[in-house]
């Protein structure tokens, strides 16, 4: 199943329910229908980032980005995570 990110839309509220894209549980519950809550994820629905999205979903979600022309920039990328990790580990590091 395609997972609509792109367009924001990843919960599909009818019949008297809300269908939560990221694991596929419907809920009933007034509550969650109002709030677009998905008690399953536990997260609101219209608020998700893209990042949760891709953590909370249950089956790997197809990126609709273009292809990377160059090899290296995935090592870039993976670069920058890193130096990311490190400097929030030397920020708690340093923080205490
Ligand atoms: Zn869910």
Request: proline share 3%.
């Amino acid at each position: 199943m395609q997972v609509g990110l792109s367009k924001g839309k990843i919960y599909t509220v009818r019949d008297g329910g809300i269908t939560c894209h990221l694991c596929g549980m419907t809920s009933y519950n007034r509550d969650d229908i109002r709030e677009h809550y998905c008690g399953n994820c536990k997260v609101f629905l219209d608020t998700v980032t893209y990042q949760e999205a891709q953590r909370l979903h249950k089956t790997p979600v197809v990126l609709r980005m273009p292809q990377t022309t160059h090899p290296s920039g995935g090592v870039y990328a993976w670069v920058a995570v890193v130096l990311g990790i490190l400097a929030l580990a030397l920020f708690v590091l340093f923080w205490r």
